[in-house]
């Protein structure tokens, strides 16, 4: 991640990042914390990162299971990001008391960054994680926003709590220059396997997603365990 923000940054002068939760995207983030505060460590600005989520729990601010505290701590506060440069989604104590509201001002925020004659700014690298049933972001398996068309949206009854959510859709996911999931565990093997297979995104919202320059799939052996081997003659 180091290297990949620091190249998009010598051409751009600035890059861009979008972040997921769970415990293997924390973990991530905070081991990027402790490498670039090492004292020889200067190839990224963190000055010139944008930050913005992929999804979000629609909980009040400071609810621990926001994914917006696990990164705050593990990575933004320790290397001081700029207050003006981290976008996060908003809070249920917010003044968006409706979570459809919160959606559309994120979307305009999205808007309002981007470059003349797009709706979206430029995402460089887009972290995802997924769950054993092959949803990423809050985009969930046979779920009215695996068909949602829309940068943004609030998505209520998720089969996993808090039932209600913010999340980008697949038609802003999918602008990302590099989208990179993150996964591990035996139990995600399946959904793994099948979103390398190209399953239908409606049951296997993870094969929906795509960098558009690059999807990395970055996997523990486990999570790796009932992908076929990759044969030496072929």
Known sequence: MIARLAAVQ????SASLVLTGGGIGTAVLARVAE????PSS???DWRAVQVWWSDERFIPAGDPRRNEVAARRALL???AVPADQVHPMPASDSEFAAAQDAALWYADQLAAAAPSGRALPRFDVLLLGMGADGHVASIFPQSPATRDTRPVFAVRNCPKP???RLSLGFSAINTAAEVWLLVSGRAKAPAVACALSRADPVQIPASGVHGSRATRWWLDAAAASNLSPVRSDT
């Not at 010598?10 to 002068?13: I, K, L, S, T, W």
């Not at 490498?35 to 090492?38: Q, S, Y």
């Open 77 to 79: 506060d320790p290397l």
């Open 162 to 164: 808090p039932p209600t």
């Open 35 to 38: 490498l670039t505060a090492a």
């Open 42 to 44: 200067d190839v990224v």
């Open 10 to 13: 010598a051409v751009h002068r």
